[in-house]
Nanobody, 115 residues
């Protein structure tokens, strides 16, 4: 069992930056593939970024070049650095942990990009 707690969301102006954190507890963090997903009102949940236990990363097309995912296995934490934020990045951001058939989600953190 893995518990995930996101933090770092908030209100930011277009062009600004935020860093989300996801703290994990309850299992061996380093073996999990970790991801960030987001869901805007009226839209399906979509992949933002993902990082495997090996450190290999992948990104959704809409955030490539602006967002960076990283992990600190010593702190059981995964981060999402978001730069050059746009109003269309407004959504609830969810942390995800996957290993084989195990799939865990955090409660989400709101990110609002608005002037």
């Amino acid at each position: 069992q893995v518990q995930l707690v996101e933090s770092g969301g908030g209100l930011v102006q277009p062009g600004g930056s935020l860093r989300l954190s996801c703290a994990a507890s309850g299992s061996i963090f380093s073996i999990y593939a970790m991801g960030w997903y987001r869901q805007a009102p009226g839209k399906q949940r979509e992949l933002v970024a993902r990082i495997r236990s090996s450190g290999w990363t992948s990104y959704g097309d809409s955030v490539k070049g602006r967002f960076t995912i990283s992990r600190d296995n010593a702190k059981n934490t995964v981060y999402l650095q978001m730069n050059s934020l746009k109003p269309e990045d407004t959504a609830v951001y969810y942390c995800n942990a996957q290993y084989n058939t195990a799939d865990y989600w955090g409660q989400g953190t709101q990110v609002t990009v608005s002037s």
